[in-house]
């Protein structure tokens, strides 16, 4: 996730309007930023690795000439944050100037077929691709406007995207076009705005239009043109008049980061079924060949570990062994050695106990893979091959958005290790992977439908001193994560464990009224599941259920339910079913009169062992 600004000001530079709106920007990225004005028929650009203020510092992004221009600040998904890889990027000619949000899925091809044609690339990005094109196309047809070769351009590209294109060749303009990457336009009487959200403008208009995928935009001095990609017709759009304050814009409206980042999961669950296919087969290579596989972690993403445990063993028949990042040397630190793989998952990057664990096993001669959301990172530094997760910034404490993205990736890593050993058949790999597309949607639904029954489970159970999560087989990863959730977020004290070892110790707390949260899809564990319910009920326990929509044998056992859309195989189930638990920690800290986003005790990135 990156934020874009464009901006053309009747009166002064556009410069510090745009170095303003980045600032606003900067919950969407912040690993490098740059700003492209026009002036006197040139382009004048600014751009380098680093936060804003530190980039500011150097080189000061007020001082740019001309009253258009363009910016953006980055989280990089393609390419290290270095200054070559930061927006906005140029064509061979230096003509033409672009930024970019969004992830270009056939990049690849696009650079091979334009590198074909003599354009040469500086960066690593697939942003430049789209620059390129927009000067191929330009040049092969010079009667077009910037915006008609803009529009062509874009139909070439599978992927998301939201740009915005500025020209010396077309000085007053600024061209902007959108799939499945916000873009909004702010307009008033001195200027108008591109951006990537309602907060880069706020404070200068709340007059809005929203942009909707597959829509180009001509911002002019005389205002906006809306075109449809696809026919060129003509859109009118009136502006909205937005009652938002700054502070609730940064959170598109939700009451809190947490909130916001868990209704994004559709979202950034699609941006993770956009990886490049190349770095996921040099990984499974590695995985392949690998003699013993660690996956090591902590907190959230060490659940996901434990669920990819499951995943690589059922789909791919290979043992990996989860371990906590913080028990790894006591554990394997004697025994690691150059046969080992270490798949080490943080969204950071930087916790301090995965990266000892790591340099354990590095000085050891291990293989480090690493799976991050932060690229640039420490751990993208130490590992042999590492993939971004693309889930963009995370701003609440607590890992929602971020924990799923990493399944995701994981159970992808799963599936292409089971292809390549001849694990599953083709139908099975088809099946799972149409099933694997569907999760977004499946994800959405979830959240439209079943929001308002946690919020009301949150309420019912909000005095409760105590939870258990019970699950079996992949679902125990699922209900240490929701565990996790509520005790970090709402400050619950609660206990996770797999379901079977109920009997051997822990059913001693049960008494009535005890809430315990059963993760129960209806895989294989279903049959044997309904019996460790019917134990813990026997003796008074409220059950609430996570199960699949019309499980009428779980409904007629259960206080509560929560329903899962039918048809999620078993190894992606912790996808979806995590979804109700977040929801659960978040409207019970709100119910207990906490800040979801500011947890007591916890930082973010835990960078001290
Ligand atoms: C998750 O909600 C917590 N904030 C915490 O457990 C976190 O998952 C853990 O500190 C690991 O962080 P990392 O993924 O950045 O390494």
Same mark, same amino acid.
């Given at each position: ?9 009747? #009166? ?108 040469? $690339? ?27 070769? !803009? ?8 992927? /998301? ?5 500025? /020209? ?16 909004? !336009?702010?307009?008033n009487e001195n200027a108008v705005y ?7 403008? =706020?404070?200068?208009? @709340? ?23 696809? #026919? ?10 937005l009652d938002w304050t700054p502070e ?6 939700? +009451? ?55 995943? $690589?063993?059922?789909?791919?028949? =290979? ?23 270490? =798949? ?48 963009? +910034? ?8 971020? $924990? ?39 994800? #959405? ?8 029954? !946690? ?12 939870? $258990? ?5 992949? /679902? ?29 110790? +822990? ?8 809430? !315990? ?33 019309? #499980? ?42 906490? @800040? ?14």
């Amino acid at each position: 996730m990156c934020g874009i600004f464009g901006c053309i000001v009747k #009166d002064g530079n556009a410069a510090p309007v745009i170095h303003a709106a980045l600032k606003r920007l900067e919950y969407r990225g912040y690993d490098s930023v740059g700003e492209a004005t026009l002036h006197e028929s040139s382009l004048h650009i600014k751009k380098d690795q680093g936060k804003i203020d530190e980039v500011h510092k150097i080189h000061n992004l007020d001082d740019l000439p001309g009253n258009i221009g363009i910016g953006h600040t980055r989280w990089a998904t393609h390419g290290a944050p270095l200054q070559v890889n930061a927006h906005p990027h140029l064509d061979c000619d230096g003509q033409i100037a672009i930024v970019h949000n969004g992830i270009i899925e056939n990049f690849s091809e696009l650079k091979q077929e334009l590198e074909n044609l003599g354009h040469v $690339f500086k960066s690593k990005t697939d942003t430049e691709v789209i620059v390129h094109l927009i000067e191929h196309v330009w040049k092969t047809k010079p009667s077009l406007s910037l915006a008609d070769a !803009v529009l062509e351009a874009v139909k070439r590209l599978e992927g /998301s995207y939201a740009i915005a294109v500025i /020209s010396p060749k077309e000085p007053n303009k600024i061209v902007c076009a959108r799939y499945e990457s916000p873009l909004v !336009v702010g307009v008033n009487e001195n200027a108008v705005y591109c951006a990537s959200d309602i907060p880069a403008f =706020l404070p200068l208009t @709340n007059k809005a239009v929203i942009i909707n995928d597959g829509e180009l935009v001509i911002l002019s001095p005389q205002g906006y043109e809306i075109r449809k990609i696809a #026919d060129s017709s003509l859109v009118t759009r009136e502006p909205k008049i937005l009652d938002w304050t700054p502070e609730m814009a940064v959170k598109q409206g939700y +009451p809190h980061f947490m909130l916001k980042e868990i209704h994004e999961q559709p979202a950034t669950l699609r941006n993770t079924l956009r990886l490049q296919e190349h770095y996921l087969d040099l990984m499974t290579t590695f995985l392949d060949r690998a003699h013993e596989v660690f996956l090591v972690a902590c907190g959230t993403s060490y659940h996901a570990c434990l669920a990819a445990s499951y995943m $690589f063993s059922k789909l791919a028949f =290979l043992a990996t062994y989860p371990i906590i990042a913080s028990e790894f040397m006591e554990q394997h630190g004697k025994s690691v050695n150059i046969d080992s793989t270490i =798949l080490a998952v943080s969204q950071s990057g930087e916790t301090a106990d995965t990266l000892a664990a790591v340099n354990c096993a590095r000085q050891r001669a291990a293989t480090i893979l690493g799976l991050t959301n932060v690229i640039g990172s420490t751990l993208t530094r130490i590992s042999r091959v590492y993939i971004g997760q693309q889930s963009g +910034p995370e701003i609440g404490v607590a890992a929602t958005k971020t $924990f799923t993205s990493q399944l995701s990736v994981l159970s992808q890593l799963a599936l292409r290790l089971a292809k390549k050993r001849g694990k599953i058949s083709q139908d099975e790999m088809d099946f799972l992977a149409e099933k694997m597309e569907n999760l977004p949607d499946v994800v #959405d639904e979830i959240i439209q439908t079943q929001e308002e029954k !946690v919020k009301q489970i949150a309420k019912k159970y909000k005095d409760a001193k105590t939870f $258990f999560f019970l699950g079996r087989g992949i /679902s125990t990863a699922t209900a240490y994560e929701g565990r996790l959730k509520l005790m970090e977020i709402a400050y619950v004290p609660a206990i996770a464990f797999p379901a079977g070892e109920s009997k051997h110790g +822990p059913i001693s707390l049960i008494e009535p009224g005890f809430p !315990v949260v059963f993760i129960c899809p209806k895989d294989d564990t279903h049959k044997t599941l309904i019996g460790n319910i019917m134990e813990m009920k026997a003796r008074g326990a409220s059950i609430i259920a996570i199960m699949e929509e019309g #499980d009428e044998e779980i409904k007629k056992l259960a206080d509560d339910y929560v329903e899962i859309p039918k048809g999620v195989p078993e190894v992606l189930s912790p996808i979806p079913y995590i979804i109700p638990l977040q929801l659960l920690a978040y409207y019970m800290a709100i119910e207990r009169g906490h @800040n979801p986003d500011t947890p007591r005790n916890l930082a973010k990135s835990v960078t001290v062992k």
